[in-house]
């Protein structure tokens, strides 16, 4: 069964104290591996999208990568306006059409 | 860019009446859009997903009946959930791909929705 699981389920971190969030999934297909940052009553946030395996993207204090069944969004010195929700996303399939959310990392930051 | 709106932002309204949520892209085109719906700390359900000139695509235990998708131009989706009751209650977000930016999607702000 396709699936994805997000883990820690919650993460509390002191400024400045670096971590990783991981993200394991188990599809047929891969198409692409999203990630997304959620704040409380308002839409994901993009943030980043790894097509393959090996790649890595960055964007500030936050640094996605790509494995064969997992992904991890590492988070460098991160501060109190990171914390929010973190979901993964993975897009299968043959024609690309199966999409499958996690249930997020909840992150505070705590001053 | 790749902003998407949602119209409302909250609406409450009285049981058995039809609720129609509007998502646009606002500085793309979009060939397709998706519905999700999410409940309190629980991640996003895909409800349906749309291409734009043809009918919405349903996932399983998605009543078309009941959330009808309108996908009339490569900017505007409409979401109608008619006849809504208590347990359609819930956070509604839309998301868009963008023509030549990949697979990658865009979400709206959500639209929540209160069945009294």
């Known amino acids: 069964e396709d699936q994805v699981t997000q883990s820690p389920e919650a993460l509390r971190l002191q400024e400045g104290e670096s971590s990783s969030l991981n993200c394991s999934y188990t599809v047929s297909g891969l198409r692409g591996l999203f990630w997304y940052r959620q704040d409380p009553g308002k839409g994901p946030e993009f943030l980043f999208t790894l097509y393959s395996a090996g790649e890595e993207k960055e964007k500030e204090r936050l640094k996605a990568t790509l494995t064969k069944k997992e992904s991890f969004l590492h988070i460098t010195a991160p501060k109190p306006e990171d914390s929010a929700t973190y979901l993964c996303a993975v897009q299968a399939g043959i024609a690309g059409n199966q999409f499958y959310f996690g249930t997020g990392t909840s992150l505070t930051v705590i001053p | ?116």
């Open chain 2, 1 to 116: 860019g790749a902003v998407v709106s949602q119209h409302p932002s909250r609406v409450i309204c009285k049981s058995g009446t039809s609720v129609k949520i509007e998502c646009r892209s606002l500085d793309f085109q979009a060939t397709t859009m998706f519905w999700y719906r999410q409940f309190p700390k629980k991640s996003l359900m895909l409800m349906a997903t749309s291409n734009e000139g043809s009918k919405a695509t349903y996932e399983q235990g998605v009543e078309k009946d009941k959330f009808l998708i309108n996908h009339a131009s490569l900017t505007l989706s409409t979401l109608t959930v008619t006849s809504a009751h208590p347990e359609d209650s819930s956070f509604y977000i839309c998301s868009a791909k963008a023509i030549g930016r990949g697979e990658t999607q865009y979400f709206g702000p959500g639209t929540r929705l209160l069945v009294l």
